[in-house]
């Protein structure tokens, strides 16, 4: 006796949410095997789409969920993409003249972004401070007492190391203490 298929049944990719294959879950997929096969351990497909739904829901203006979303992707159009294109003809960082310019070395390695990233580690530690005061106070800052806090707190740095750090730059009136 044979096996009869009804019309209703179709082969299911399930590593996507619709069931069809794309490219995109494909290579997915691969990298997963290849990693798993390397002793790597990947994100599931699962952490992979709430990635994308936490960055959507954010409640920020689109064009930096947009901004985001290019990063992630790596299809910002920095030099060394835009060398792939055949757009610009070298992929050597305008800023720093050090290294070809990809999103990761224009947001994160560059000289010239180091400025931007202190900021960020201050935002980062403002986000763990106050969520240390809720669990252990009880209470929890609002957005401007963070911002504020965050910037006391760089402006303090600031004045304590900066000076000296600028006298040491400069060559002139090395302070040791």
């Not at 994100?43 to 994308?52: D, G, K, L, R, V």
């Not at 960020?120 to 969520?131: D, E, H």
Request: net charge neutral.
């Amino acid at each position: 006796m044979g096996y009869v298929l009804r019309n209703d049944d179709r082969l299911v990719w399930h590593y996507e949410k619709k069931g069809c294959y794309t490219v995109r879950s494909g290579y997915w997929l691969a990298c997963a095997i290849r990693d798993r096969e390397d002793g790597e351990v990947g994100a599931s497909n699962s952490n992979f789409e709430n990635i994308w739904l936490r960055l959507w829901r954010m409640q920020v203006a689109n064009k930096v969920k947009v901004f985001l979303w290019r990063c992630m992707h790596e299809i910002l159009p920095c030099r060394q993409n835009l060398f792939f294109k055949r757009v610009v003809s070298n992929p050597i960082c305008f800023q720093c003249h050090e290294a070809p310019e990809t999103v990761l070395h224009a947001l994160w390695d560059c000289p010239a972004a180091h400025e931007e990233l202190r900021h960020f580690g201050y935002i980062c530690w403002n986000v763990w401070n106050g969520r240390n005061t809720q669990l252990f106070q009880g209470w929890k800052p609002n957005a401007f007492q963070s911002y504020q806090h965050m910037q006391e707190m760089a402006e303090e740095f600031y004045q304590a190391n900066c000076t000296s750090l600028r006298s040491i730059q400069d060559g002139s009136n090395l302070v040791v203490n």
